[in-house]
């Protein structure tokens, strides 16, 4: 398998080492190619978030590994872009990127405060029962939802950690995956996405941590999208190094089960299917 990862968290976020860790724990791996995803700022004040002010500084850092390592490992530059309703600004395109993550973390509110999707379970009780007003239906709707604004508006590379909200949902507490309502939501995001050309990321990061033991998304949604012949990238949103190739070989097995026989790596800086 070749080895590739594009979403991955260094310490200009909310990762733990700098980004030459990275590059170095990857070389040793044997990856082909890696790139770096930052959480890109917003006007929320979040702790993991890469700040407006070191910006520069991280692409001055990412572009001199990239000359530096250029002959043993191919390396890009990306960001993890949140989406929330009321974005004008296409911020998905304000930088000059390799690619781009879209995904949804949270909902914030018209005063600014941020209900969570990833976040610690009261957190996430807490947008369940006070920002959704109980009704975990309207909440499925409202993130799918989301996700088609996002894609139709600002066209991001990659949807990140497609069904997300089923982080907190242990033991289906929330809602069933099985259940034809949920099932129909998923399904509606994946007819919308399939002719537009936008890859999922197959997340093996809920798995390295301990939070659940399948990928994002659950192996009955790749069924599905393999049926739809949505492209794939296989990362891990490493947020440490050691977990940059994290479950790498599990995944991959899985999603041969489901349908799938290639990934979508980047090469010479061109998205290109390779076998899993």
């Known amino acids: 398998m070749i080895l590739t990862n594009y979403h991955m968290h260094s310490s200009f976020s909310d990762g733990t080492a700098f980004p030459e860790e990275y590059v170095l724990i990857a070389i040793e791996k044997g990856f082909k190619s890696i790139g770096f995803s930052e959480h890109g700022p917003t006007p929320f004040n979040k702790h993991w978030e890469l700040p407006e002010n070191k910006v520069d500084e991280y692409f001055a850092e990412i572009n001199r590994l990239k000359d530096k390592y250029k002959d043993k490992i191919e390396i890009y530059i990306g960001m993890e872009l949140d989406y929330y309703t009321g974005l004008e600004e296409n911020s998905f395109s304000k930088y000059d990127?390799?690619?781009?993550?879209?995904?949804?973390?949270?909902?914030?509110?018209?005063?600014?405060?941020?209900?969570?999707?990833?976040?610690?379970?009261?957190?996430?009780?807490?947008?369940?029962?006070?920002?959704?007003?109980?009704?975990?239906?309207?909440?499925?709707?409202?993130?799918?939802?989301?996700?088609?604004?996002?894609?139709?508006?600002?066209?991001?590379?990659?949807?990140?950690?497609?069904?997300?909200?089923?982080?907190?949902?242990?033991?289906?507490?929330?809602?069933?995956?099985?259940?034809?309502?949920?099932?129909?939501?998923?399904?509606?995001?994946?007819?919308?996405?399939?002719?537009?050309?936008?890859?999922?990321?197959?997340?093996?990061?809920?798995?390295?941590?301990?939070?659940?033991?399948?990928?994002?998304?659950?192996?009955?949604?790749?069924?599905?999208?393999?049926?739809?012949?949505?492209?794939?990238?296989l990362n891990s949103d490493a947020h440490r190094p050691e977990h940059i190739d994290g479950k790498f070989e599990n995944v991959s097995k899985i999603l041969k089960e489901c349908g799938y026989t290639e990934k979508m790596i980047i090469k010479d800086g061109n998205w290109v299917p390779v076998p899993i």
């Not at 066209?155 to 129909?184: C, Q, T, V, W």
């Open 97 to 233: 990127l390799d690619y781009v993550i879209g995904s949804i973390h949270y909902f914030p509110d018209k005063e600014g405060n941020i209900f969570g999707i990833d976040c610690k379970p009261e957190d996430f009780h807490r947008t369940i029962h006070e920002f959704f007003k109980g009704d975990v239906k309207a909440f499925v709707k409202e993130f799918c939802d989301r996700i088609i604004d996002m894609v139709d508006k600002f066209k991001p590379d990659i949807i990140g950690h497609f069904d997300l909200i089923k982080i907190n949902n242990f033991n289906e507490m929330y809602f069933s995956e099985s259940d034809p309502r949920y099932r129909e939501e998923i399904m509606r995001v994946f007819r919308f996405i399939s002719d537009k050309g936008t890859m999922l990321d197959v997340n093996t990061g809920g798995i390295t941590r301990g939070f659940m033991t399948v990928p994002y998304p659950s192996p009955w949604a790749l069924k599905e999208a393999a049926k739809l012949k949505i492209p794939v990238v």
